[in-house]
């Protein structure tokens, strides 16, 4: 069965230091993978998703990017962390395109508060 | 305005007691997620609609879909502690992507 790991659980960084979240996949081959952000009382909002390795699609303008070195692994990444991204973040990921309607599996998240 | 506007966005039902969340869209629904979330975990997958009135079920939590009024409802019966939680509808964009609404919180009182 697949399952999604997000590390870590939680995280207190200050403003201006660099970040780091990894996102792996197990039991699946080439998944489509997400990243959201949820703020407190808004909705998850897409920041990146991708198709395959190396290929990454930003959804919105931010202080943040995103890799896939490898076809399991996504990583949200910033170089000056900034009171703003201050947030609850989640992996998630579904099957390649193409092939209609298919549900988001999602982590268990990353709690970041930056300071 | 968000695209997709989930009422009520909070309630607090006696355990038995029936409920209903509604989700609409601005724009035409194409394919429709319900999610469920405990506070700081991620989402559990409930169900997903695609055709206009379809109506899918999973225990005791029943969804449906009015492709016309472009909204979807989620309705529990006979609530119990255990359907606590955040309730986030979320529709299908373009390539898979998903819009979510804000997320109704539900809390059901033992």
């Known amino acids: 069965s697949q399952t999604i790991h997000q590390w870590p659980a939680t995280l207190v960084q200050p403003v201006g230091s660099p970040l780091s979240l990894e996102c792996t996949v197990e039991g699946t081959s080439n998944p489509n993978l997400y990243w959201y952000r949820q703020a407190a009382g808004r909705g998850l909002q897409l920041l990146f998703y991708?198709?395959?390795?190396?290929?990454i699609s930003s959804e919105v303008p931010q202080n943040l990017s995103a890799s896939r070195p490898q076809d399991r692994q996504f990583i949200l990444s910033s170089k000056k962390l900034l009171l703003s991204d201050s947030g609850f973040y989640l992996c998630?990921?579904?099957?390649?395109?193409?092939?209609?309607?298919?549900?988001?599996?999602f982590g268990p998240g990353t709690r970041l508060t930056v300071t | 305005s968000q695209e997709l506007e989930q009422s009520p966005q909070s309630l607090i039902v006696q355990e038995g007691k029936n409920l209903t969340i509604n989700c609409t869209s601005s724009?035409?629904?194409?394919?429709l997620y319900w999610y469920k979330q405990k506070y700081g975990e991620g989402l559990i997958f409930l169900m997903m609609?695609?055709?206009?009135?379809e109506e899918k079920s999973h225990e005791k939590i029943t969804a449906k879909l009015d492709e016309k009024k472009q909204q979807s409802s989620l309705h529990i019966t006979a609530s119990q502690p255990s359907h606590a939680g955040i309730y986030l509808c979320g529709a299908d964009r373009y390539g898979n992507k998903l819009v979510f609404g804000a997320g109704t919180i539900l809390r059901v009182k033992s």
């Open positions: 998630a990921w579904n099957s390649s395109p193409g092939q209609g309607f298919d549900e988001q599996y």
């Open positions: 991708s198709v395959g390795i190396g290929q």
């Open positions: 724009k035409t629904l194409y394919g």
């Open positions: 609609l695609q055709k206009g009135g």
